[in-house]
């Protein structure tokens, strides 16, 4: 069965700074999906940003980037000119085609003004 | 993104009560639905697949008599809570989306029994 590993449950990050969380997995699997989601306070979960396992393209939206490391089996995200809006749990997901998700255990993020 | 849209929000119950929960997609069809229970400061606990027209595919140790899942049409599914108790509350999140892709989650419903 795959697992999703996420090692900080907390991380703090002063305004306008980058941080960058972690994530492993583990799978046997070639082609898989992997995802960073965001849930706030309101406990709304929001998709930030999506990874194909067959892309060797890191994938970026705005100030958000992940770093793909297929052989290492990690997915780690990096949030650059943190802003307060950004405080809330992460979760990092994995999932097969067709499948259910894999939510690893989360961080939560603080950003510090 | 798609929308999903869950209903309510927020519900208070007597213990010994059934609460019934609507999951709705509402600009697109979704085949599957998949419903989670998420505790305080935890991470989404998957409970079970909903496949429209056929039975719901459970997770270990969920109680299918007790969570009844409906998924009569391609955009709406229902999770219902039988005879609740305290212990069932708690968080209740679903989703929907294309084999392939991103889930997208509904606003989520806290239930509470008292």
């Known amino acids: 069965a795959q697992t999703v590993t996420q090692s900080q449950p907390e991380m703090s990050v002063q305004e306008a700074e980058t941080v960058t969380l972690s994530c492993t997995y583990d799978?046997?699997?070639?082609?898989?999906?992997l995802f960073w989601y965001k849930q706030p306070p309101s406990r709304q979960m929001i998709l930030v940003i999506r990874q194909e396992a067959y892309k060797q393209q890191n994938a970026t939206e705005n100030r958000f980037s992940v770093n793909f490391q297929k052989a290492a089996k990690s997915f780690s995200l990096k949030i650059s000119d943190s802003q307060l809006g950004d405080a809330a749990m992460y979760f990092c997901?994995?999932?097969?085609?067709?499948?259910?998700?894999?939510f690893g255990p989360g961080t939560r993020l603080s950003v510090l003004p | 993104g798609a929308v999903v849209s869950q209903h309510p929000s927020r519900v208070i119950c007597k213990s010994g009560t059934s609460v019934k929960i609507e999951c709705r997609s509402l600009d697109f069809q979704a085949t599957t639905m998949f419903w989670y229970r998420q505790f305080p400061k935890q991470s989404l606990m998957l409970m079970a697949t909903?496949?429209?027209?056929?039975?719901?595919?459970?997770e270990q140790g969920v109680e299918k008599d007790k969570f009844l899942i409906n998924h009569a049409s391609l955009t709406l599914s229902t999770l219902t809570v039988t005879s609740a108790h305290p212990e069932d509350s708690s968080f209740y999140i679903c989703?929907?989306?294309?084999?392939?892709?991103?889930?997208?989650f509904g606003q989520g419903t806290r239930l509470t029994v008292v």
């Open positions: 997901a994995y999932r097969n085609y067709g499948q259910n998700f894999v």
């Open positions: 909903s496949n429209e027209g056929s039975k719901a595919t459970y």
């Open positions: 799978t046997s699997e070639s082609d898989y999906y």
């Open positions: 989703s929907a989306g294309t084999p392939e892709a991103e889930a997208f």
